[in-house]
Structure formats: structure tokens, C-alpha cells
């Protein structure tokens, strides 16, 4: 089956700089790639998603890139603010049978210091 | 997007009672799926939630354990049958509709079993 690494497994950073999450996975057929953001006590949110027909997406300060080759995508964060601490996920999904199930990173605290 | 909700929001339970879950989701999805978060971990998928017909579980799952029901395409419950400690976690569900949508998350539902 598929399995999705995510590094790093911890980030820290200062208001105002970049942060970069980075996942790889293993099935060549997976095809939707979403990120989320889940803060203590609530359910994940997605953030961006990306399909494979894309290499890059952006909304406002976060983007997303995606290697189909090499199979791995990133999550890019600029202008951090201490709002966007919290846990990020990355996830991929497939088609066809396996439909809309995703396979989970094992997730990134992110934090970001006044 | 679809805006996803779970209750209970939150339980505390004997060992050996069981639980039933819900989730409503505000429009019409294709596909519901069931997840659990242990605690400090990712998610992990229990089963796809099919509309009418008996749930598709993941290995390590099973029906016994956690029966689901869809009865329509806008609402599912999961069961935590005869519970134990090890059943502490974060149940969530989560909604997608056809193959361009993105997936959405519930708020999820905490459950601590004593």
C-alpha cells in the first residue's frame, strides 16, 4: 500500500521567515495530495491540495509543489505569523477503486516565535 | 467546500460499553470515510463509508468492532463496540464529492475509555 514520510517532524521558526514541509511517498499512482492544519483540540483543515495533473498551486502565503518523478511534494509557508503554529499534515490519495482514501505523514508541530 | 459535523463532541466511557458517533455532513458527497488519531499520532483509516451497503474496512479493522451505517448521502455513524483503553483516541470523519473535489474533515470526536 502507500506510505507518505514527512519531514521534518518538528519546525521552529521566527515571525516574518519561510518554513518548508517536505513528504515523499510510494505509490506512483496516487493523485491528490492535500495538506492540513490541525490545532489543539479541532479536526484537520485543509490548507491546499494539489493534483497530479499540477506542479504547483498557491493561495496567498502557502504553495504547493509536486515532483511526480522524484514522488515527493512540499508545503511552502512564507511571512509566518504565530497563528499558523500548529500540526501540518501531508497526505496522498488515489483513484479509481481506492477513491478519496488517504494515506497520512506522520505530521509537523510547526512553530513560529514572536 | 463541505462543512462537517461530529457528535459527541467529546466522551468519557466505561470499559466494555459501546459508542455511536455521528456525522452530518451539509451537502450531498460521494464518498465518507472513518478515521482514528491515537494520541500525539496521525491518522489512520478505519473504513469507507458506502451509502446503503455494508462499509469497506482497512486492514486491522473490522465490522464487529465498528460497525458503520450511511444511510443517505449526507450522514454516517461509527460504533466503538465493547471498548477498552486502547480505544482512547480521536474518531473523525471526513466527505469528498467527485473525483476534482478536495476532502474534508469533521471537527472529530474525542473518546477516553476507563
Known amino acids: 500500500g502507500e506510505n507518505v514520510e514527512q519531514h521534518p517532524s518538528t519546525l521552529s521558526v521566527q515571525e516574518g521567515d519561510s518554513a518548508v514541509i517536505k513528504c515523499t511517498y510510494s505509490?506512483?499512482?496516487?493523485?491528490?495530495f492535500p495538506w492540513y492544519k490541525q490545532e489543539l483540540g479541532k479536526g484537520p483543515q485543509l490548507i491546499i491540495d494539489?493534483?497530479?495533473?499540477?506542479g504547483e498551486k498557491k493561495d496567498q502565503r502557502i504553495a504547493v509543489t509536486l515532483n511526480k518523478t522524484a514522488k515527493h511534494f512540499s508545503l511552502h509557508i512564507t511571512e509566518t505569523q504565530p497563528e499558523d503554529s500548529a500540526v501540518y499534515f501531508c497526505?496522498?490519495?488515489?483513484?479509481?477503486?481506492?477513491?478519496?482514501?488517504?494515506?497520512f505523514g506522520q505530521g509537523t508541530i510547526l512553530t513560529v516565535h514572536p | 467546500s463541505a462543512v462537517i459535523s461530529q457528535k459527541p463532541s467529546r466522551d468519557i466511557c466505561q470499559r466494555g460499553t459501546s459508542l455511536t458517533i455521528q456525522c452530518q455532513v451539509d451537502?450531498?458527497?460521494?464518498?465518507m470515510f472513518w478515521y482514528r488519531q491515537q494520541p500525539g499520532q496521525s491518522l489512520t483509516l478505519i473504513a469507507t463509508?458506502?451509502?446503503?451497503?455494508?462499509?469497506?474496512?482497512e486492514s486491522g479493522f473490522v465490522i464487529d468492532k465498528f460497525p458503520i451505517s450511511r444511510p443517505n448521502l449526507t450522514f454516517s455513524t461509527l460504533t466503538v463496540s465493547n471498548m477498552s483503553p486502547e480505544d482512547s483516541s480521536i474518531y473523525l470523519c471526513s466527505g469528498t464529492g467527485d473525483l476534482a473535489s478536495s476532502q474534508y474533515f469533521g471537527p472529530g470526536t474525542r473518546l477516553l475509555v476507563l
Open positions: 451537502s450531498q458527497v460521494t464518498m
Open positions: 463509508a458506502n451509502q446503503g451497503s455494508e462499509a469497506t474496512y
Open positions: 494539489i493534483r497530479s495533473n499540477v
Open positions: 497526505a496522498a490519495g488515489l483513484g479509481g477503486t481506492s477513491y478519496g482514501k488517504l494515506t
Open positions: 505509490d506512483s499512482a496516487s493523485n491528490y
